[in-house]
């Protein structure tokens, strides 16, 4: 069974640093696309990020609103999918999902977690 | 980036009724939409690809049709487990891009 349990949210100042986690079981990280997606409290779905398939150097892509303060990478030798997020804002608030791709297009989402709550506040 | 615009964003039905949530598009993007459902407190769960493709598992009650900038969902027979959320997704293009969402709630 494919399990995806994300972790690391918290509480962070505005400007601070915050690194969350999906550990995933049942899949493999390096040979799918994996997707970050936030939800604010109260508000809609928002698309944060996807990582390609393969070794070092994988495509990835990123919401404008996040391009240059967001970083999704992942370590193969844990399984593990992650977003770095640098200077971060109150907007930055939200419950962060992680999900994989689907086979027929690594777009198209399956979401198997709770998400994590990152919460930025001073 | 490509906009999603859904209507309505929320509406009130009975068990029963013919539900009808339509997504335009700001640009074509072909048949490059998705469905997903959402409940309180959970994660989404994709309904409906490629505009009109059943994902595995979801009731034949659901159904998507449209191509280019127009799309809809209609639920045929609405059930109790319907009531939720739903959001239309673009996948065309990064980035990609979500419609505001329509909340169907009980009458």
């Known amino acids: 069974e494919v399990q995806l349990v994300e972790s690391g949210g918290g509480l962070v100042q505005p400007g601070g640093s915050l690194r969350v986690s999906c550990a995933a079981s049942g899949v493999t990280v390096s040979n799918i696309y994996m997707t970050w997606v936030r939800q604010a409290p109260g508000k809609g779905l928002e698309w944060v990020s996807v990582i390609y398939p393969g070794g070092k150097g994988s495509s990835t892509y990123y919401a404008d609103s996040v391009k240059g303060r967001f970083t999704i990478s992942r370590d193969d030798s844990k399984n593990t999918l992650y977003l770095q997020m640098d200077s971060l804002r109150v907007e930055d608030t939200a419950v962060y999902y992680c999900?994989?791709?689907?086979?027929?297009?690594?777009?198209?989402?399956?979401?198997r977690g709770q998400g994590t709550l990152v919460t930025v506040s001073s | 980036a490509i906009r999603m615009t859904q209507s309505p964003s929320s509406l009130s039905a009975s068990i029963g009724d013919r539900v009808t949530i339509t997504c335009r598009a700001s640009?074509?993007?072909?048949?490059?939409l998705a469905w997903y459902q959402q409940k309180p407190g959970k994660a989404p769960n994709l309904l409906i690809y490629g505009a009109s493709s059943l994902q595995s598992g979801v009731p034949s009650r659901f159904s998507g049709s449209g191509s280019g900038t127009d799309f809809t969902l209609t639920i045929s027979c609405l059930q109790s487990d319907d009531f939720a959320t739903y959001y239309c997704?673009?996948?065309?293009?990064?980035?990609?891009?979500f419609g505001g969402g329509t909340k169907v709630e009980i009458k």
């Open positions: 999900a994989r791709g689907l086979t027929y297009n690594g777009n198209l989402c399956d979401y």
């Open positions: 997704q673009q996948y065309y293009s990064y980035p990609l891009t």
């Open positions: 640009q074509g993007i072909s048949s490059y």
